[in-house]
């Protein structure tokens, strides 16, 4: 039987050596189809998942991994991409959604709240993300930043705060892919350790992109956990407001 979300969480560890057995690559990749219903910032979905079972390109991107166990040893391994640069395409296929949502609905205020959600992703969207060598971000922030002496206002409105937000939101993917993982019970290591130019490189990706993480993905060894799990104590992370 598969293990509900807590015995997932209490079950994951970093697994830094793997046994020399293969993952079924359906169930891997459907554990990266649980990675794309991750929440995500605006829906615009700014991530590419790369699932990488190709035994060369594991052991080229091992070595862009500093040859690290957990990517040395890994039966296959996941590469989440930061798709900042997508946002425009991935505006449209939410407008063309919304517009098949509303045209399928006929009620007094249905074009009314097309209006509403078009404009979001027509007019808010692009002020957002539109990018002009950093000056329209320093000119939004500038903006933001007097209107907001008056009223509530969102204040992380730069490019480089956009370039954040995709980055939370593709990692929210990659942890449910990394529970889902420990759900069927394979094991994981996320990773940032990488020579991100050389991964690019390996992976045909365009330079604007940005690696979010590396995920090393194997059964694992007995050796395979370092140490026991340590956490700072909890009353020290937790406040009551
Ligand atoms: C964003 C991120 C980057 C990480 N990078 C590496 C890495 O490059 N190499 C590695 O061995 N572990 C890496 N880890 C794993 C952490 O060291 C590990 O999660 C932490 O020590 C807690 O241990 P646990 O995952 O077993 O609970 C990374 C984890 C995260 C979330």
Same mark, same amino acid.
């Not at 057995?21 to 590419?48: G, H």
């Not at 490019?159 to 990394?178: C, E, G, P, W």
């Given at each position: 039987?598969?293990?509900?979300?807590? %015995?997932?969480? +209490?079950?994951?560890?970093?697994?830094?050596?793997?046994?020399?057995?293969?993952?079924?690559? %359906?169930?891997?990749?459907?554990?990266?189809?649980?990675?794309?219903?991750?929440?995500?910032?605006?829906n615009?979905?700014?991530?590419?998942?790369?699932?990488?079972?190709?035994?060369?390109?594991?052991?080229?991107?091992?070595? =862009?991994?500093?040859?690290?166990?957990?990517?040395?040893?890994?039966?296959?391994?996941?590469?989440?991409?930061?798709?900042?640069?997508?946002?425009?395409?991935r505006a449209?296929s939410n407008v063309?959604f919304l517009? *098949?949502?509303?045209?399928?609905?006929? %009620?007094?205020?249905?074009?009314?709240?097309?209006?509403?959600?078009?404009? @979001?992703y027509?007019?808010?969207?692009?002020?957002? @993300?539109?990018?002009?060598?950093?000056?329209? $971000?320093?000119?939004?922030?500038?903006?933001?930043?007097?209107? $907001?002496?008056?009223?509530?206002?969102?204040?992380?409105?730069? &490019?480089?705060?956009?370039?954040?937000?995709?980055?939370? *939101?593709?990692?929210?993917?990659?942890?449910?892919?990394?529970?889902?993982?420990? +759900?069927?019970?394979?094991?994981?290591? =996320?990773?940032? $350790?990488?020579?991100?130019?050389?991964?690019?490189?390996?992976?045909?990706?365009?330079?604007?992109? +940005?690696?979010?993480?590396?995920?090393?993905?194997?059964?694992?060894? %007995?050796? $395979?956990? &370092?140490?026991?799990?340590?956490?700072?104590?909890?009353?020290?992370? @937790?406040? +009551?407001?």
């Amino acid at each position: 039987m598969n293990k509900t979300v807590s %015995e997932a969480i +209490e079950y994951r560890r970093s697994v830094r050596i793997f046994k020399d057995q293969d993952l079924d690559t %359906e169930k891997v990749k459907e554990c990266l189809v649980n990675a794309s219903l991750a929440p995500n910032s605006s829906n615009l979905q700014t991530w590419e998942f790369l699932h990488i079972t190709d035994k060369k390109t594991i052991k080229s991107l091992a070595k =862009a991994c500093f040859n690290q166990n957990a990517a040395k040893t890994a039966n296959q391994l996941v590469v989440f991409v930061v798709r900042q640069d997508l946002w425009k395409k991935r505006a449209q296929s939410n407008v063309d959604f919304l517009n *098949s949502v509303f045209d399928k609905q006929n %009620e007094k205020n249905t074009e009314k709240r097309r209006s509403a959600a078009l404009k @979001y992703y027509k007019v808010a969207i692009p002020t957002m @993300y539109t990018n002009f060598f950093g000056i329209l $971000g320093l000119f939004r922030y500038m903006f933001f930043n007097i209107v $907001g002496l008056f009223r509530p206002i969102f204040r992380q409105v730069r &490019y480089s705060d956009m370039r954040i937000v995709s980055h939370k *939101s593709t990692a929210l993917a990659a942890q449910n892919f990394i529970l889902s993982m420990a +759900e069927i019970g394979y094991d994981t290591c =996320a990773m940032e $350790g990488s020579d991100t130019t050389r991964v690019k490189k390996i992976l045909k990706l365009p330079s604007s992109v +940005e690696i979010n993480m590396i995920v090393g993905c194997g059964v694992r060894h %007995e050796k $395979g956990i &370092y140490t026991e799990r340590y956490r700072i104590p909890f009353d020290q992370v @937790y406040k +009551e407001v």
